[in-house]
Nanobody
């Protein structure tokens, strides 16, 4: 069983910053990549960013230049540094990990950007 524990969400003003963290534990087999998705009210969950174990990153166009994903392979932890936050970044952010044995999600952490 795999557990993902997220932290770092909260309320921030437009233009502010937040850093999300997600630690994976449990029966982890080979991790292929870790990442973040988000879901705003009334919208489908969508990709924010991913990072492979060799450090290759991928970002949604809407966050390029503002968000940075990073990882610590030894700690099975992924981070999302979010700068220049906008009201449209408001959503529940979900951590996910893809391994050779499956696809796992965290419980989500709320990010609210007030204008």
């Amino acid at each position: 069983q795999v557990q993902l524990v997220e932290s770092g969400g909260g309320l921030v003003q437009t233009g502010g910053s937040l850093r999300l963290s997600c630690a994976a534990s449990g029966t982890l087999f080979s991790i292929i990549y870790m990442g973040w998705h988000r879901q705003a009210p009334g919208r489908q969950r969508g990709l924010v960013a991913t990072i492979t174990t060799d450090g290759t990153t991928n970002y949604a166009d809407s966050v390029k230049g503002r968000f940075t994903i990073s990882g610590d392979n030894e700690k099975n932890t992924v981070y999302l540094q979010m700068n220049s936050l906008k009201a449209e970044d408001t959503a529940v952010y979900y951590c996910n990990v893809v391994t050779t044995m499956g696809y796992y999600w965290g419980q989500g952490t709320q990010v609210t950007v007030s204008s």
